[in-house]
Each structure stands twice: as structure tokens, then as C-alpha cells.
């Protein structure tokens, strides 16, 4: 693997050119929206605090690997496991051994029902609402099923999905605002969000990760680049604003191209919060950092309380990994080196 980071949520192809670098210290960082100042920035405060030598493997049914093509997500809902597959474009669901359950979805295309790229997707109850970028449609398919309930266009190019209470909030490439919310039936019901200043002209800057807060009418933000915790109700009010370890500010997108083509490109880094995970009250965060080696990269989790950003501890990984999903103690990782789910325990 190369010395940067790569966003794995696929390749995305779309009228900017994107990648995401890994290999140097930021630069050209641009300022919190002013709008930042109506809520006091909670500090972390003192020094992560490791956990060592408390993951142990754990062995999978063979059915997990020998179901996926190509891993590229990993979620948790109801005691499942949610994986999205891209070499056939579908999600499909295990138990927590392994075992095989079933797919959504109906491949690749651009029909009903179909997938060109899904960016990801949020479980409620039997339903699953699910993102395609290319296609820029949030598709719903009752998962016990696999029957393509309907479909419908959002506005913005989207990147992540969660709901909150009756609402699914969808954060978009680029733009004033952020986050747009809809009721389940595709009803647009309001649009906020901005991080920072100039929000618009640095879009890729302020990419990050989506998870509702647990019986609250909220979600947190947790960026690619920057080191934040955003908390937001659904009216758009910001009611928190937790600066996490490492100081990072968001830095600027690169910008580039030859006459008429405008490519906007990832600011490169040296860390980013690769994915994150939410089980039992608890945020989990997957970081991925260079280090001294050649093409080096380690891999390590911060454990924060959900509901109010409070930090608990954090876990370095046997190897850099794509995804992270928590289940009681297990944790499932999608391996970076040949995209294998692979499980450990955690021995707290």
C-alpha cells in the first residue's frame, strides 16, 4: 500500500477528481466557522490511555469469506453484521460467527433497486436506506426480503447516512450546508451545517462520519482531517463541541486542473479518522497514522461515551484496517492488506 490514506468508501468518480494523502504534517489549514463560537469547544484534556495486549483473534465461520468479494464497509445493527460488498454491489448480513444470513440489493446498474456506487446505509428495523453516490438516490429495500421498497433523489452529492428518531440525516459533498434532513418518505425537512469558513470552496476538508446519540434527538460529526466531535439537533442548533486529541485543524482541499477542468483533491495528512463504530452508548473511532517505516502505517482506536463526548480510552490494532464494527466484545475489522473480515476479542 502507498504512503497515504485512502477514504474507504470507494473510488469516487464524480466532477472533481478525489484522492486523500497521507505523507506529510497539515498545511494551509482554514478557520472554525464563527458560527463555532455560540457553543464552548470542550477540550480533552491529558494523554490517550492505552490499552495493551488485551485483543485475542477470533475465529469466523468460513461462510463470511467465502460470501464476500471485495469488503469495503462494516456496520453493526440489531446484533448483526452489515457488510457492504463491492464486487457485486450488495450488502449482506451475518450473525456474529460468521454465518451467512442474506444479500440486499440487486447489483450494479443504474435501475431499480440497482447500485453504481453505495457510500453507505442505515438500518431501521426491517428497512434499509441506503446512499448511492453516482446515482445521487437514497434507495430503500425491506431487508428480510430483499425486496426494492422505493427510491428518491437528494440534493447534494451524498457521503453518509444515520437516522435520528423519525428523521435520516444525510451529510453531502461540499456546500453552506452540511447536512440535509428528510423524513422517510424523501420530504426534504431542513439543510445546515458549516464547520468552517469558506466551507464551500474546501469541500473535501470537511468530510467525515455520521452516528445518531442513543434516545437523544441529536447526531455526532466526527471529520476526516480535523480533531472534533460536532454534535447537532435536528433544527441545526450545535448543542456540542468536543476538541479531541492531536489538535488538528481542518485543512484546506488542493486545488488544480488545466483550463476549463476545475480538480478539487483531499488536503493530504498524516492521520485521519478512517471509520467509526457506535455499540451500547459508546463512539468508536478508527484512526490510521504514517509512521517511520516505509509505506508505514499503524492503526489505532479511541473509545469516547456517545452521548456527551467524554473520553474513555484507546486501543492500538495488530494492523491497519478499512473498517471497524463492535459487537458486545468483539471487535470485526476489515483488513486492509486483502479486505478480510477478521474478528478479535476484547479482553477489558
Known sequence: MRNR??????????????????????RDQVELSEKNDEVVIKEVEGERKWLDNILEPVDLESDIEDSLLNAMSLKN?????????????????????????NEIGIGQGRGPGEFSQFMDYYVSGDTIYILD???????????????????????????????????????????????????????????????????????????????SVDDASEFVYVPFYASYLFYFNLNGERTKLIRTFDQREFPASQQG?????????????????????????????????TNDQENGMDAFVDVYQLENGHYIHSMALPE???????MDDIMYLIRDEDRRVIAHSMNI
Open 5 to 26: 490514506i485512502i477514504i474507504i468508501s470507494g473510488v469516487l468518480v464524480i466532477t472533481v477528481a478525489i484522492y486523500f494523502g497521507l505523507n506529510r504534517s497539515d
Open 77 to 101: 445493527y440489531d446484533n448483526l453484521l452489515y457488510i457492504g460488498d463491492y464486487g457485486d454491489m450488495k450488502i449482506k448480513r451475518f450473525l456474529p460467527d460468521g454465518t451467512y444470513i
Open 133 to 211: 453516490l453516482r446515482n445521487i438516490m437514497l434507495n430503500i429495500f425491506q431487508i428480510s426480503e430483499n425486496h426494492f421498497m422505493n427510491s428518491f433523489v437528494v440534493e447534494s452529492t451524498p457521503m453518509r447516512i444515520t437516522g435520528v428518531k423519525d428523521a435520516l440525516v444525510v451529510s453531502s459533498l461540499g456546500g453552506e450546508g452540511l447536512f440535509e434532513v428528510y423524513d422517510k418518505s424523501g420530504e426534504k425537512l431542513n439543510q445546515f451545517g458549516e464547520l468552517k469558513s469558506n466551507q464551500a470552496s474546501n469541500p473535501l476538508s470537511v468530510q467525515g462520519h455520521l452516528a
Open 257 to 289: 486542473g488545466n483550463g476549463d477542468t476545475r480538480t478539487v483533491s483531499a488536503p493530504e495528512t498524516d492521520m485521519i479518522a478512517q471509520r467509526i463504530s457506535t455499540f451500547e452508548g459508546l463512539l468508536y473511532i478508527l484512526y490510521l497514522k
Open 320 to 326: 491497519p484496517a478499512r473498517d471497524i464494527a463492535i
